[in-house]
């Protein structure tokens, strides 16, 4: 039986800039994003496991995307961003050693085209997480259970068969 008020209150600040080089050819782009998480829970039947826990984290962003000429309907790309996961405020204050925000950093390189009313993009993925999010069902909580690592790739076109009308698809591989 459980019965708690649990509160996650999270403040952000985000930087970002981007620059065009080479006449519009090469888009460069950084961010960083600071956060901080505080956990409050309040059990309403063990008052001994209420308590309030605080973590933040900082996740940058780049991304350069190189277009070689604007006769080719060319651009490849490369991006890299982390985001991040908090634990629920339940398991942050019963287990206050254990990770309370996770990462996840996600890697990409790929390519896209544009032909007239055709689109088309390609990308490989790596993703790469501090810590797995798992559901722990005796308890209703959550908590990190370690790393773990993805990776695929993506395909993704687009018709326009008229000016408000376009047929999408796409094919991801994880």
Same mark, same amino acid.
């Given at each position: ?5 649990? &509160?996650?209150?999270?403040? !952000?600040?985000?930087?970002? &800039?981007? *620059? ?47 277009? $070689?000429?604007?006769? *080719? ?25 254990? $990770? ?18 055709? !689109? *088309?993009?390609?990308?490989?993925? *790596? ?9 722990? $069902? ?37």
């Amino acid at each position: 039986t459980t019965r708690a008020n649990a &509160h996650v209150t999270n403040a !952000a600040g985000y930087a970002q &800039h981007a *620059l065009d080089l080479m006449h519009g050819h090469l888009h460069l782009e950084a961010g960083l994003r600071y956060d901080y998480f505080r956990f409050k829970l309040e059990d309403r039947v063990d008052p001994q496991q209420s308590g309030a826990q605080g973590a933040s984290r900082v996740q940058p962003k780049a991304s350069l995307a190189y277009t $070689p000429s604007d006769r *080719l309907p060319l651009t490849v790309y490369v991006n890299y961003g982390r985001g991040i996961s908090s634990q629920d405020a339940r398991g942050v204050v019963q287990r206050p050693d254990s $990770p309370r925000v996770s990462t996840t950093d996600f890697y990409q390189v790929g390519t896209s085209h544009r032909f007239s009313r055709f !689109a *088309l993009s390609t990308d490989l993925f *790596l993703i790469d997480r501090s810590n797995e999010q798992v559901y722990i $069902p005796d308890d209703g909580s959550l908590e990190f259970k370690g790393p773990s690592r993805a990776y695929g790739g993506e395909v993704k076109g687009s018709v326009q068969l008229t000016r408000h009308l376009s047929l999408n698809g796409g094919l991801t591989k994880v």
